[in-house]
C-alpha cells in the first residue's frame, strides 16, 4: 500500500532532520513536509478506496458461500427426507411381504392338510371296497367250491364217500373255517 510507504519517508525525514540544540526540537524543510502531506492524502482515499473493495469483495464472498451452505443444507435434508421415505417404503413392503409370506404358508399348509384327509379317505375308501369286493368275491368262490364238492359228492360211488381223501377233506375244512 502507499500510504505506508508514505509514512516510511516520513519517519525518514525525522530521523534525517538537524537537531536544534538544548531544545531537543528537530528542523524539516518545510515544503518537503507539505508535499509528503499532499501525497498522504491523495493516497488515503485510495487505500481506503482498496480496503472498502476488499469489504466489499469479503461481503460478496461470505453471502455467497452462506448460500452454498443453505443450498448443500437444503439437499441434504431432502436427501435425508427420500432415504427416510424410502426407508419406510422398504419397512412397508417388508411387512406387506411377510404378510403375503405368512398368508402363503397358512394357505399351503390347510392344502396340505385337505390333500392328506382326501387321501387318507379315497385310501379307506379303496380299502373298503377291496374289502367288500374280495368278500364278493370270497362268497362267489365258496359258492362254485361248494357246487364243485357236491357235484363230486354225487359223482362218488357210495362206498367212497365214507373215506374221503385227506387232501378233500382239507380244503372243505379250510372253505368252511374261511366262511
Do not use: C, F, W
Request: glycine letters at 2%; hydrophobic letters at 40%; a negative charge.
Amino acid at each position: 500500500m502507499q500510504i505506508l510507504e508514505l509514512i516510511d519517508t516520513l519517519e525518514s525525514m525525522a530521523g534525517q532532520s538537524r537537531r536544534v540544540p538544548i531544545t531537543g526540537r528537530a528542523m524539516i524543510d518545510a515544503d518537503r513536509l507539505l508535499e509528503l502531506i499532499d501525497q498522504m492524502r491523495l493516497a488515503v482515499p485510495r487505500n481506503v478506496q482498496e480496503a472498502q473493495e476488499v469489504l466489499e469483495r469479503r461481503e460478496q464472498i461470505i453471502n455467497q458461500t452462506m448460500l452454498d451452505a443453505r443450498r448443500i443444507r437444503a439437499t441434504a435434508e431432502q436427501d435425508a427426507r427420500h432415504l427416510v421415505e424410502d426407508s419406510e417404503m422398504v419397512k412397508v413392503a417388508k411387512r406387506r411381504s411377510d404378510e403375503i409370506l405368512a398368508e402363503a404358508e397358512t394357505k399351503a399348509q390347510r392344502m396340505l392338510a385337505a390333500v392328506e384327509t382326501d387321501a387318507r379317505n379315497r385310501r379307506a375308501g379303496a380299502d373298503k371296497y377291496s374289502l367288500e369286493a374280495l368278500a364278493e368275491l370270497e362268497e362267489q368262490t365258496l359258492t362254485v367250491l361248494n357246487a364243485i364238492h357236491a357235484g363230486q359228492r354225487a359223482l362218488t360211488p357210495p362206498e367212497d364217500r365214507k373215506a374221503p381223501a385227506p387232501k378233500r377233506e382239507r380244503e372243505r375244512q379250510e372253505a368252511a373255517a374261511a366262511s
